[in-house]
């Protein structure tokens, strides 16, 4: 969590970190702030200190929520920088960034970098701090980074905003549940009370209104019918008509309102009945599921739990990614990932990835799943739980995981 | 324009280039993709050919939505290049990248790199692409990059959307005139129907649903009062009460749901009436707005315009960034910029920035503004120009330009 940045920083031999990047959302520079909207700001920390962030006078006003030390880049005289470089804006910042540590007491030293930019401005960027400051060896991690490993556990402030997402997530799925429960069936149709024929488009249309009204963002919400749910990541198409008797992926991932913490959910539905093949589906995906939490033990290797899923579908005689890395149907995706202000965090519960234990304070997804689109159908139940500090493993989706929807009418 | 693609690679001497990044929202992915919601996808180009789509198994559904040619990574060897690089990902996607692009027809050359992702992953991801692959040369452009060049002018497709997202943009701003205006009075707070208090955070929820119903999405929206009108990007207190005769920056800036093109417009608000320095800060500003109109004309370069508002600004005896660049008040920001799939794009309306010039198909704001926090006000007015194909510079912004709401109760 946040409080082990130093010590993070301490078994990296790292003196200071810079995170940095454009008008992109910026999950380091998000977690580091408390989420102020910041598009030009940079934050400076050295190790054993606080962090700095510096930003543009015109973004001072909104920098100060950030709770941090907060100076702008006008009084640390970039402007002059930049007039001296003639106007090169990656001169004037590798200078500007030697001015601003050697303000915080640093001179020299290794300095490691973060946050999120355009690939080609970072590299030209890189390429001019080396040349100008040969005093700093700048890192970049590539794997097991000094951000996913603080962000791998949640502190209570954390957990308590992930707590509160989850609620009015659940919420909205119950609210989406009860409308379609009380829609009116004509043949495989579904209406409203005003004799609309209902959409996917006019479902997802709800979701975002009610994920708005409880301050929540869409996030391209997964919500996939019949072939479109055999493909884990279809969104669904907005004009298709909404039908009885298919399979229905409803994946809602929602964040906080202008980026933040995020819930992450599954839950696949049938309208009124569930063919035979469906339902059978479903039973192994459920199976799947209960032996995940079953498996699940505290500082046990996240890998064994994949692969006592592996196990079932592959008994099963479901094909997995483990028994043909081609297939594109079976079981064809890891089984969980950490979530936080990225909605795909560390730690993954993975075949491939042998190296997360279960640890208090992950927030992690279980979500196996089955996908046959030629077929005409996938299958996926999705909890999102935390790690308590008792390093039990408990569910933060409340929600129900009944397969088929009764129609009311 | 998309159409100059080859061209602008020809002039670069560049045989490839490959968009590539993580799951950020990735302007130049969405550039070439159309808006196809692919988070895992990289796009390889060689020169004079078509774009390749590399894409995820799980979104392969999502990524036929681009209308560019779609292959699997799963289908083009990406797992067992994994497999044999024992779970290393940095050195799986070089040798997988030397894999597609000579299955192109292209074993060595200069292939520019291009995208959004995480510093520390570019930069690791570069160091092992010069390692493995010695036969490529990997350029990053820092300035006037091929994407900036190419995004300069909007084809006709993307003005009639940047066309559609303005006119629903306008009718949201008149609804919230139209709101505040019926509003009831008393002293110097308002009330809606129901007798409950406004506040700023009231307005932004209707903003935000506003937008929502017509397809557009809220972008941190800035609707600033009194003294936070004087900061030109504080996003305005949600829980401040709305009161008459202050100052009210309401920067409206929201792109299609789920990414996409924005429009970008500004008004500053009284309501009720104007205290005399905002009204004639306000006709300074709508000075400066109607001097940089004029003074616009094809093929000029660009700065020439902001010079004029600075002397305009400073004969006024206004503080500006060019007679002091470190004024926290005045006239502290560039005249303009360009908007597309980024809300910031080039050219760039500057004094520092000498290389732009007018050109046909720019999409551009024009946006002087007065700053003042001190005496509790700011002042900005803005509208998104096109620079139609007569090279006439046309407003997109029809929304009037008053600056008292007058209550018509």
Redesign the interface.
Known sequence: MKSDLDRLMQERDMDAFVV??G???NAIRFYLSKGA?I?HGSIFKSRGQEPLLVC???????AQKSGLKVR?D??LGF??R??AAE?D??TATAQFWADVLSEMGLNGGRV?????????????????LQEHLPQYE?L????R?LFEEAMLTKDQQEISRLKSVAERANSVMETVWDYIAGLDVEGEFLFDESGQQVTIGDIKGLV??EL?ACGLEDT?TIFAQGR?AG?????GEADMPLKTGQAIVFDLFPREQ?GGYHHDMTRTWCIGYAPPEVRDAYDTVMEAFDISVESFGLNKPTHLMQEAVLDHYEAKGHAT?RSD??T?EGY??TLGHGVGI???ESPSISH???DDVFQIGNVLTIEPGLYY?DRGYGVRVEDLFVIDESGALVSLTSFRKDLVIPLSK
């Not at 543009?56 to 909104?62: I, K, V």
């Not at 080609?120 to 960027?125: E, L, P, V």
């Open positions: 940095t990047g008008e992109e959302f909207h598009t543009s006078r015109m973004e001072l006003e909104e702008t006008a009084e402007h002059e930049l007039a106007g804006s990656y490691g970098l973060y946050g999120t930019w355009q690939i080609n401005k970072t590299i030209a960027q890189l390429g001019v700048f970049a991690e590539g794997k980074t975002r209104r708005m391209n479109d493909f884990p990541h279809s969104r202008g990614i890395p081609r594109m064809i995706h990225d909605i795909h491939t990835r042998r689109p």
